[in-house]
C-alpha cells in the first residue's frame, strides 16, 4: 500500500480505512449519506492525484476541506437540518456498530464531546493517526492536538461516571 | 500522556460503521470515469496532434501572430499611459526562459522594471463543435478527403510573476482538416 496510483489495490486500501474515514466525515454531517458523498469526492480526488496513501495527513485534510465546502455550499440545508436535529437528538443516524449498553452510552458521551476534541479522538483512535499527522491534517501544532485529546479523555471519563 | 489506557481501549472496542457498498460502487464508478476522460482526452490530442496540415498549421500561425500582435498592442497602450515607466519585452525569447531579475545597477534602471514582465502562464484549446462537411476530392486526385471542421476556443494566458497581474486572450477560431479516406 505504498502508492495508492495503482488502480488495482484501492478497494484494499478502501476496506482498510473507509469506516474510519467516514467517521471523520460524520463529524460535520448529519446524515452517513452525506458523510459518504464527502468520503467519496475526498477519496477519489486523493487517488486520481496519486498521493501516497501513508500520507494520512493530507488524506483526512481533503476529507476536512471538502466537508467544510460541502458545509458551505449547502448552508441553508444544514442550517435546516441542524434545527431539526437540535430538537431531536433520538434521530440521528448511529455513527458506531454496538452490541451493548455501555458501548452504546459510551458511542453517546463521544458524540456529546466539543467538536474540536472529538474531531483529535476520532482521528486518534479510529483513525490511529499520530499527533503529527493529526497536527498535519487539521492544520492545528502537535501540542494543541495532543491537549485537545487529553481533554477529550477527560470529558469522557467525567461523562461516564455515575452520578 | 497515558492516563487513560482502559478508556482508550473501550473506546477502540467501539467499531465505526462501515461505508454501504454502494459507496464501493460508486467510487468504482467516479474511478473508472475519471479514467476515460482522461484516456480521451489524451487520445484526442496525440490525434489532433498527429494530424497537422499545412492549411490547419497556417491558422494555428495566424492565431499565434494575433496573440502576440494583441499582447503587444496591450503594453504598448499601458506604455503610453505611464511614460515614465519602462516596459519590459515580451519577446518570444522571454516566453522559453524565466524572468530574469532586473538589473539595478549601472544602467539607471531600477527594480521596478522586473514588475512589467510577462511570462507565459498557459494555453488552452477547446473544442466546443466538430462538424463532418463530407467526402472531396482534392483537384488531380482520385483519393477522397474528408473535411472535418472543428470550431474551438483558444485561450492564452500571460502572468507578472512580481506584480501577479496577469493577462489572458481568448478568441473563437475555426479549422479544417482534410483527411485521406483509404479504399476498403
Known amino acids: 500500500m505504498d502508492n495508492i496510483a495503482s488502480h488495482e489495490n484501492w478497494k484494499s486500501c478502501f476496506s482498510e480505512i473507509g469506516p474510519g474515514l467516514l467517521l471523520f466525515a460524520r463529524q460535520w454531517t448529519r446524515s452517513a449519506a452525506d458523510a459518504e458523498d464527502i468520503v467519496q469526492e475526498a477519496f477519489v480526488k486523493f487517488w486520481r492525484r496519486n498521493h501516497r496513501i501513508n500520507n494520512r495527513a493530507l488524506l483526512y485534510a481533503t476529507v476536512r476541506s471538502i466537508a467544510l465546502d460541502f458545509i458551505r455550499r449547502d448552508k441553508r440545508r444544514a442550517r435546516r437540518e441542524a434545527t431539526v436535529f437540535a430538537d431531536a437528538d433520538s434521530t440521528v443516524e448511529p455513527q458506531f456498530e454496538w452490541e451493548d449498553e455501555a458501548k452504546s452510552a459510551l458511542a453517546a458521551a463521544v458524540s456529546c464531546l466539543p467538536h474540536d476534541q472529538r474531531e483529535v479522538l476520532v482521528l486518534k483512535i479510529w483513525n490511529e493517526l499520530t499527533f503529527s499527522e493529526i497536527a498535519g491534517a487539521l492544520g492545528i501544532s502537535q501540542n494543541t492536538a495532543a491537549s485537545r485529546y487529553r481533554y477529550a479523555l477527560a470529558n469522557l471519563k467525567k461523562s461516564l461516571q455515575p452520578q | ?184
Open chain 2, 1 to 184: 500522556m497515558n492516563d487513560f489506557p482502559e478508556l482508550e481501549n473501550e473506546l477502540r472496542a467501539l467499531r465505526p460503521a462501515r461505508p454501504s457498498p454502494v459507496l464501493f460502487e460508486r467510487i468504482e464508478e467516479s474511478m473508472l470515469e475519471a479514467g476515460k476522460t482522461s484516456v480521451a482526452s489524451s487520445a484526442r490530442w496525440s490525434w489532433r496532434r498527429f494530424t497537422e496540415t499545412p492549411y490547419r498549421f497556417g491558422i494555428g500561425l495566424a492565431a499565434a501572430t494575433a496573440a502576440v500582435v494583441l499582447l503587444l498592442a496591450r503594453i504598448s497602450t499601458d506604455q503610453t499611459r505611464n511614460e515614465d515607466k519602462e516596459i519590459a519585452q515580451v519577446a518570444p525569447a522571454s516566453e522559453t526562459r524565466p524572468v530574469l531579475p532586473a538589473f539595478s545597477g549601472g544602467s539607471g534602471v531600477d527594480g521596478s522594471m522586473s514588475s512589467n514582465k510577462f511570462v507565459p502562464a498557459g494555453a488552452t484549446q477547446v473544442v466546443y463543435n466538430t462538424r463532418n462537411e463530407g467526402l472531396q476530392f482534392a483537384a488531380g486526385s482520385r483519393q477522397p478527403l474528408r473535411r472535418l471542421r472543428y470550431q474551438t476556443q483558444q485561450t492564452w494566458q500571460w502572468r507578472n510573476p512580481s506584480t501577479g497581474a496577469s493577462l489572458r486572450v481568448s478568441y473563437p477560431s475555426e479549422e479544417v482538416v482534410l483527411i485521406p479516406v483509404s479504399g476498403q
